[in-house]
């Protein structure tokens, strides 16, 4: 085949330059060959590719430009605003109450979160006391919604990898999760669970039983998990070894969360700075040491142990006590009492009509998100709406690291670093 | 772009022929001359009455009087193509219809498409912000016809949760069959409206998907009753003055 | 949080600090000091953002978390943007503001590195977003462009002036009158 090639034209060997290359195909690194080809004087021209918006394997609409030298990511771009709905200009226009269902809906997996940053940072400004029965409510929906959001995380990044089936086991747990969602509130996502002073009502009869069989189920559906995915000899050579960052480089870019907890770094505000009675349980945080996707794949898979821990805890310590704060000025009277009393009657007549103020001031408290730091930012004048309400969403930061990960690795670490980073487009674009 | 709402199938502009035609029970049609006058049920009387070559036509455009066009639009509303497109917090609602426990594959639609050049159902679930809507019309326009649009969710339903500056409903830009109410819908919900859009495909294949578009003169198959109709006009091309995506 | 007193000594510190740069007027760096809740809160001049940061991160106050803007709309001067700093060996928070009018909404990028020290790289997107929404320019940020709005969209959304915006609710009264309504 050699000696009938000729390449056009000119005066040539009987081989031209681009099947003599082909031929001599070398297995050498990447670097290696690049520094090849400067020796000898080829032209490698560097390719932009564009990862649209509608891609199946960026989680939402992320847009990646990618700069690629062969296979190899030489710079990336990402281009967000796909799905930016103006929540925090919404939230500006609607009373204290009224905002929680708008924030909400913020980081679409961790709506319970969002929704305790802003409560949080709502009873801080106003100084309203959470009952201890409310706090151990939201711990447990809390960490329900870290798991359930690790799920999803697990069977889409699994999905991207190639492994179609964890993908249905992940969601079989995750319906045991909304059913118990359901019970609680009524709905399966952004249920307004939440409110400032507690919790909306308190939970249901059958909701400790059913509580009780997930948390005697939820660590063997880890164990399966973790048996199909750990020693994977795909799983390995995808996500061991690659695109690590070391921490102080995440901690200039900002990264919390997981991802810097991959890196060696144990930095976690549920044990740092406890809010909302989480000093009461013992829980261990999963650290890793290299900060490869390996590490955050591991890290997150541990942190469902770690959760369903908690879970064990604050059931059983559970205490009695009102679900929501006693002050009538903040939270609506219990229905029984409006017929009876004259100031239930007014203070739920300007509740629902003008909702309550809270004295001005600004303030930012930061939680611990599944993703990392959340911290919700809210500033009143002292009216009923807030002056301005702005959550920083861990994905948003934690994208700045993306490229600084997938410098000189290839592109399907490209794929596997973007599914380990988790990123929530609702929570980046708000 | 320019915003035509217009209700589905009953056009309120005039047809290629000038008729001005409401929407009529198939089978009133087909058995329509038989009651005549008083005898016909009120709401089923026409302002003007369709005679001769216009009532053929109408038949022949609308209603499913061959076994070849039953099989297709049986075969094509039991194996919708949808497009694995999520954009928000109603792609977790779609992510659990396709889980174990509401098991889309139950119905055959399990087969979320990548590329829009392969699928024909668009499901928009989640908040359609402006820097996606062009996208989105692109997205659209890819994929083969018939195609249809499911709009999830009260976000792109209407505006949903968020009446501000950076949403757009989707019905500005994208012709939808089917609005899902919910924010977010269940994934029954889900189920009700794809298998409401299958029940539609089933009785009426392109649900006046041609007067909607102005493409009279695109047909691919045309029945041998105006077929020298069609040699004479020019096929329509989309709405003039719009284009597809910014 | 470093408590009241500990605020104040650190805004000591860092004025006698800018008095002792300023080779012209002397301007003082910090303009207030707020115990709030709790919480400290500096409020400094504009000009001095990045040594303020620095010094700051001198004193422990090494990680950035996040860069925020605010529109106090009646009252002038109306932009202001935070800055939310944490020290993680203390667990110590603290927050920086300073305050732009509208007219003279400039300030200098913390995000790249400059003669006077290193930058704070997290500072990147976040400083994008306000300026994106609130319209505040960073001058010396490399690459300067709105990240949530389609790029060549006008106004600044975030402001207290600019309009919520979005779609008439279509209600039988005034479907006729809606624009885009079928009849």
Known sequence: MTASEESGGTSAPTMSEYRRREQSVTLAPVDEQLAEGAERDTHDELLTLNFGPHHPATHGVLRLLVTLQGEVVRDIKPIIGYVHTGIEKTAEDKSYWKVIPVIERMDYLAYYFNAMAYCAAVEALAEVEVPPRAQYLRVIHLELNRIASHLIWLGTSALDLGAVSIFLYCLRERELILDLFEMSSGARMHTRYFQVGGVIEDIPRGFEARLREFIEVMPGRADEYGAILNS??????????????????????????????????????????????????????????????????AVRLAEIYESVKILEQALDGLPE???????????????????????????????????????????????????????????????SKPARVHMRDPSFVNLQALSHMVKGSYIADLIATVAMLDPILGGIDR | MEVKREPLGAGASADASGLRVREMGSWQLLRGAQLEGANRPGHLRTEEELVGDDLERYVHERVLTTTLDKTVAWARSNSFFPLAFGLACCAMEQFHAAGPRMDIARFGYEAFRASPRQADLIILAGRVSIKMAPIIRRLYDQMLEPKWAISMGACCSSMGVFNNYALVPADKFLPIDVYIPGCPPRPEALMHGVLKLRKMVQDDPDMGWRERYDARGTEEVVPEAFAEQRAGAEPRRAPEGEEAGA | ???????????????????????DAPSSAVVETI???????????SAHIRTVLA?????????????HGVDHYPHEPRLGVCYELLDMRTVDRITVK????????????????GEDGRGWPTANHQEREVYDMFGVVFRGHPDLRRILMPEDYEGHPLRRDFPIGGEPVIFTYNEHTTLGSAQ
């Not at chain 1, 989480?278 to 794949?297: A, L, Q, S, W």
């Not at chain 3, 300073?98 to 590195?113: F, H, I, M, N, R």
């Open chain 3, 98 to 113: 300073l305050l732009l009018g509208s007219d003279a909404a400039e300030v200098d990028s913390v995000y790249p590195d």
């Open chain 3, 35 to 45: 115990f709030f809740r709790g919480r400290a809160t500096l409020v400094v001049e």
């Open chain 3, 55 to 67: 010094s700051l991160r001198e004193r422990g106050y090494s990680f950035l978390c996040s860069v």
């Open chain 1, 232 to 297: 994977n000899e795909i799983i390995l050579q995808r996500l061991r070894g690659t695109c690590p960052l070391d921490a102080d480089t995440l901690l200039s870019l900002g990264v919390t969360g997981p991802l810097l907890r991959a890196a060696g770094h144990p930095w976690d505000l549920r044990k740092a700075d406890p809010y909302s009675s989480y000093e009461h349980f013992d829980f261990k945080i999963p650290v890793g040491t290299t900060g490869d996707n390996y590490d955050r794949y």
């Open chain 1, 321 to 383: 006590g009102p679900h929501i704060t006693e002050d009538r000025k903040i939270a609506l009277p219990p229905r029984h009492e409006l017929a009876t009393s004259m100031e239930a009657l007014i203070h739920h007549f300007k509740l629902v009509t003008e909702g309550f103020r809270v004295p001005p001031g600004e303030i930012y408290l930061p939680i611990e998100s599944p993703r990392g730091e959340l911290g919700c930012y809210v500033r009143s004048d002292g009216s």
């Open chain 3, 1 to 23: 949080m470093p408590d009241a007193t500990g605020l104040e000594l650190i805004a000591r510190d860092l004025r006698a600090a800018a008095a002792a740069d300023a080779t």
